[in-house]
């Protein structure tokens, strides 16, 4: 790549692009969209687990007024595709489990579809007595194949051997419940069968507007340009909206059932608990061998965690430990089991987020065990190049990160004797780990410039905005590639009629179409140089970045955390958090900076609070709202701050920039953990840490 552009508005602070429509309330979500005239849609939802539906009496509600259509397992259309089974919705009798969709009711009002759907009686040949919804035994696990794409379990050297021979160990289980995905906005989608061209558009609440085009056209039998997804504005998704899921499905199809109606699915937040996805609940077995100096000899991480029966999705908690920290032998294994449960899917930092809790807690406790400061202990373990290929990084600064961590926090003289400071009715301690999270650009993307009338351009790709900030970082970055002021942008996003884009997530959004708009500049200003014609255009797909096969590019940070815990009721507080990451070039320090917090604040959560309660006999979540689903609110956050190291990666992407979305919530929940321990002399290795445990 030839930069023929200079980073100005990159790298500069600035408002939000959509901010102002967002507080004017003129950013509208799936469900606000102006669609035309609506039909809502009620869901009708197993109650049982495991069996078969064998009758649903609907004569009485298909009468009802307002009741426009009733779907069941019987009068279903038949889906083209059925080959996952996530979207073979209503397409046998078959229940995997509880609050699974199999039917639904749209009527004129979304009250009249509730009260229709609620009042369809559902018989069922119940199998919960063969179902299984815990399995505590690691024998009941198995391996998974992360579907054939990264080799599942891996070993460097002989572990056992220098277990054995190691002067310090550590040797302990560490587990992180099931959690669900609580965006901002709940998913809803808005599905509409134009009755003249016989296309679907769905206004749809989602991180990838060309997937769910794609995936919903695939199962349906049309084609891909035929199903248009808008999703503009979206409020947040962490994951949860990274695919289509089940419920895209049945409104599409009740869509094509009545043409012209839009009709509407808004997801309950009770419903996301189950047809969304959620982190599984995950185990890991952590042995750590060290030299007489602290450095590792031996890191074993074997993790386990559970998956549908229906479908498989696969939250490894081990991979992680290949990359973090320089070991002369090493093991990684990753075992699972099936159960009637709902499909997990992806949550902030999938794998990598459960995984640093149980690593670096554990190197917390090697630490105390050693007597060497949990900080150094980090720096003696620095890779000096990427441990699971043996490439160099492009950029590894962890250590800057921990010793600034430890500057601004003020870590130094720290005694590192737990429960010995006390301030009236708190003890009082601090915590720190360290943050990693891969770097990832998603080849397919692609970028149209198009020349417009007054020296403006007009920049299209389907990329999502979720809250991430896609329409400030990508408005940036085309005008930096263009050599134009950003008031002469014109960026078209959020739709799958655009040129198809990657997922918002992986924290490779940003990278990723700003890589290909960087491309797509290049070859505009190489074709038709800085004075086009109107309506000169290309399109480009994302570059290869052959370097990217030398070399490892990785974000890392450092968490340090202070907490409180009531010496009487348990109670703990996080009074204060300081972070330091290494992202390459931060597009938007507004944005990012929002990044890091909200990913900090996710940390607390998953040390403290959030934990969902699935019942021993049914199979269903007892926690499936926002009076049982904890998470912190702003009472519960005090005094947190973000820091970065100014600096540009040039191999992680052309602006300088890595993923910086997801690292927040990497290693927070330990350091908070960490922090428990000092304070109290309680190490809890179970998430989440709650006062009951501390008394
Ligand atoms: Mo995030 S779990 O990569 O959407």
Redesign the pocket.
């Known amino acids: 790549m030839t930069a023929v552009h200079r980073w100005n508005r990159v790298g500069a602070d600035g408002p939000r692009v959509d901010g102002e429509l967002k507080v004017r309330g003129e950013a509208p979500y799936a469900y606000e969209q102006d669609a035309g005239e609506r039909a809502y849609l009620a869901p009708i939802r197993s109650t049982i687990a495991r069996g078969t539906v064998t009758t649903m009496d609907v004569d009485t509600v298909r009468t009802m007024d307002g009741v426009l259509l009733v779907l069941t397992p019987w009068n279903a259309p038949a889906l083209a595709d059925t080959s996952d089974a996530e979207f073979a919705v209503l397409q046998d009798i078959e229940v995997h489990f509880h609050g699974e969709l199999i039917g639904a009711v749209v009527a004129e009002t979304p009250e009249i579809a509730a009260d229709a759907a609620a009042r369809v009686t559902v018989e069922y040949d119940i199998r919960t007595q063969d179902s299984a919804f815990f399995a505590d035994h690691p024998a009941a696990y198995e391996p998974d194949d992360l579907n054939g794409v990264t080799p599942v379990d891996e070993s460097v050297g002989d572990v056992d051997a220098a277990l054995a021979a190691a002067v310090h160990r550590v040797d302990e289980w560490y587990s992180t419940p099931e959690e669900h995905n609580n965006p901002m906005e709940p998913h809803a989608t808005v599905a509409r069968w134009e009755p003249d061209s016989g296309t679907l558009t769905m206004y749809d609440s989602t ?1 990838v507007a060309s997937s769910v085009s794609y995936e919903v056209a695939r199962v349906l039998g049309m084609d891909t340009g035929d199903v248009r997804v808008v999703s503009p504005f979206v409020g947040g ?3 949860s909206k ?1 695919s289509p899921h089940a419920h895209n499905v049945l409104a599409a199809m009740a869509a094509r059932e009545l043409p012209g109606r839009a009709v509407t699915f808004a997801l309950t937040r009770r419903q996301m608990f189950e047809i969304v996805g959620y982190r599984s609940p995950t185990v890991s077995h952590v042995q750590l061998g060290t030299d007489a100096d602290g450095r590792l000899t031996a890191l074993a991480h074997d993790s386990f965690s559970q998956t549908a029966r229906v479908k498989e999705f696969a939250e490894n908690a081990s991979t992680v430990s290949r990359s973090v920290y320089a070991t002369e032998s090493r093991r990684t294994t990753h075992r699972m089991v099936p159960l009637d449960v709902p499909i997990p899917f ?5 794998g990598e987020s459960p995984g640093m809790f149980a690593v670096e807690t554990a190197l917390d406790e090697l630490a105390h065990s050693a007597g060497i400061d949990p900080v150094e202990l980090r720096i003696r373990n620095d890779a000096p190049v990427d441990p699971a290929s043996g490439n160099p990084w492009s950029s590894r600064r962890l250590v800057e990160c921990l010793r600034r961590g430890a500057e601004v926090f003020g870590w130094e003289g720290r005694d590192p004797r737990p429960a010995l400071r006390r301030d009236g009715r708190w003890l009082v301690g601090t915590g720190m780990a360290s943050a990693y999270y891969p770097h990832l650009i998603n080849p397919g993307t692609r970028v149209s410039i198009r020349a417009l009338p007054e020296g403006r351009y007009a920049v299209s790709t389907a990329a999502a905005d979720i809250g991430q900030g896609a329409w400030t970082a990508l408005t940036a970055i085309a005008a930096d590639a263009l050599g134009v002021d950003p008031d002469r942008i014109s960026l078209h996003i959020g739709d799958s009629a655009l040129p198809r884009a990657a997922v ?4 490779s959004g940003t990278a990723t179409w700003g890589t290909t708009i960087v491309a797509a500049a290049e070859e505009f200003r190489a074709k038709y140089g800085d004075d086009p014609d109107i309506d000169d255009a290309v399109t480009t797909r994302t570059p290869e970045l052959p370097q990217l096969e030398r070399t490892t590019p990785a974000s890392f940070g450092a968490h340090f955390v202070e907490v409180r815990v009531d010496a009487d009721t348990g109670e703990v507080r996080v009074p204060r958090m300081r972070s330091v990451y290494s992202v390459g070039r931060v597009i938007n320090p507004r944005t990012v900076r929002s990044q890091f917090l909200g990913g900090m604040i996710m940390g607390i959560s998953m040390a403290l609070q959030e934990h969902s309660v699935r019942d021993a006999r049914f199979g269903h979540i007892v926690t499936a709202d926002l009076a049982q689903y904890h998470f912190p609110v702003n009472a519960d956050i005090e005094d947190i701050d973000a820091q970065w190291l100014d600096e540009s990666d040039d191999v992680a992407s052309p602006m300088g920039s890595r993923g910086a ?2 690292i927040g919530i990497v290693g927070s929940a330990a350091a908070v953990g960490n922090a428990v321990w000092h304070a109290t002399g309680a190490r809890l290795r179970s998430l989440p840490i709650q006062c009951d445990a501390l008394l």
């Open positions: 991180q998704g962490f994951g990274g992806w949550m902030r930092a999938p918002a997530g992986g924290s979305g997801e």
